[in-house]
């Protein structure tokens, strides 16, 4: 799994899937960037000087985000499949 989410644009970015999301309720407004490459990732942080990155192993770090990025895009299956049942559309 490849995720990158980048705070300060709201985006979450899960293998192909990038999304800006609507509603950010996270504490990371120290954070720049941060980056998974399936079993290891690092965290880019903001500031002059610039802080040096931070690796990390335990993907929980992500979990948050994946969850809120998940409901989302459920949130998004269900607004969609509302609006195709209105046009009487088979989804």
Known sequence: MRVTIVP??????????IVNLPEWNFDDSNIHAIQWYDTEG???YKGRPKPPNEAFFDSSILQPYLDALDAYLNQLDII????SNQLGVST
Do not use: M, S
């Open 8 to 17: 300060e644009d709201k985006v979450i970015r899960k293998d192909d899937v």
């Open 42 to 44: 690092e965290i880019e």
């Open 80 to 83: 969609t499949n509302n609006n």
